[in-house]
């Protein structure tokens, strides 16, 4: 069993930058695959990024260039750096891991997590 809880949602303006946490119940490093994904109302589950054991990372090409992924694998946190924000980030994100996996395939959350947290809002308007 896998425990995740992300933190860090809110409102952002367009062009602006926020920064989400998702806090484990295991060391990343032991936890393999892990990445974000979000769902916007009426709309299905989007793969935002995700990141191997070994620190490679896979973008979704809706936010290549503004987000960032990275995991201190020492310890028992995945963040998610989102900058140059637009009102089409808006959605619900969620932490996932693949574990026991060690790497990923692509961003689709539903081959890629079958653990994930409660999920953070992120609201992006002006």
């Known amino acids: 069993q896998v425990d995740l809880v992300e933190s860090g949602g809110g409102s952002g303006q367009p062009g602006g930058s926020l920064r989400l946490v998702c806090r484990t119940s295991k060391v990343t490093y032991k936890l393999g695959c892990m990445g974000w994904f979000r769902q916007a109302p009426g709309k299905e589950l989007e793969g935002v990024a995700t990141?191997?054991?070994?620190?490679?990372?896979t973008d979704a090409d809706s936010v290549k260039g503004r987000f960032t992924i990275s995991r201190n694998s020492g310890q028992n946190i995945l963040t998610l750096q989102m900058d140059s924000l637009n009102p089409e980030d808006t959605a619900m994100y969620y932490c996932g891991t693949r574990w026991p996996l060690a790497y990923c395939s692509g961003v689709d959350p539903r081959v890629n997590f079958q653990y994930y947290g409660q999920g953070t809002q992120v609201t992006v308007s002006s």
């Open positions: 990141i191997n054991r070994g620190g490679e990372a």
